[in-house]
């Protein structure tokens, strides 16, 4: 009877710890299964490389579909682990681009320190640790740091974005010990009308740092 009940207790504890699919819920050893993988691959962008003030920017896919609904629930629903796997998508599409500098440093695009602790984590930040894993380039993590609490930009006009988020950054003091020679590319999680890179690329500009280069999940 014993013997019983434990193989089933390790049945159902194999059944509850089991993986799931993070969108279907479906059981699957990967953070997607393979027909939610599927149907992220869809929104790939095959490396869409265009340019933001003559500099390069990186989106591994388009703000739609699957890609768009893992993004929500990276943001809002706790589920960093999807991190990880955007971050390494990224990465393999930075390396298929071999024009780059392999010694550019990595900065995430902050949150506000009162928005990340509600959140728990830095989305971006998370992305770009994964990233820097599969490309070999340095992270830093907390080279500019969010000044000003803004308010979200999806129900602003592209004018009213510039606005929000002017003087957002500040240098972090981890970039302040580095030299000013290296070369930097901001990532982030969404690029819609680019007034938050921009934003980055002023404060970090003004202080003599020079961006590179952007990468970016989706670009909408
Ligand atoms: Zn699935």
Not at 123 to 147: D, E, H, P, Y
Request: hydrophobic letters at 40%.
């Amino acid at each position: 009877m014993f013997e019983v009940k434990s193989a089933l207790l390790k049945s159902l504890q194999q059944l509850v710890l089991k993986p799931r699919c993070t969108m279907c819920k479906r059981f699957s050893s990967g953070v997607l299964c393979p027909d939610c993988r599927h149907k992220l691959e869809t929104c790939q962008a095959a490396v869409s490389l265009t340019f933001v003030d003559n500099r390069p920017l990186i989106a591994w896919g388009h703000y739609q579909g699957l890609l768009k609904q893992l993004l929500g629930r990276l943001k809002y629903d706790q589920q960093a682990q999807i991190a990880h796997l955007l971050g390494q998508l990224l990465g393999i599409a930075w390396l298929e681009n071999q024009s780059y500098n392999r010694q550019s440093i990595v900065i995430p695009i902050p949150l506000h320190e009162g928005r990340q602790q509600e959140r728990g984590y830095n989305q971006s930040a998370l992305i770009a640790k994964s990233f820097c894993q599969v490309t070999g380039l340095n992270l830093t993590l907390n080279g500019l740091v969010r000044v000003k609490a803004t308010a979200a930009q999806f129900n602003l006009s592209p004018q009213d974005r510039l606005i929000n988020v002017a003087q957002a950054f500040q240098l972090g003091s981890e970039l302040a010990k580095k030299e000013c020679g290296k070369n930097i590319v901001l990532l982030d999680d969404i690029y819609t009308t680019g007034a938050t890179i921009h934003s980055a690329v002023e404060a970090l500009s003004q202080a003599g740092f020079k961006v590179s280069g952007i990468a970016v999940v989706a670009k909408a």
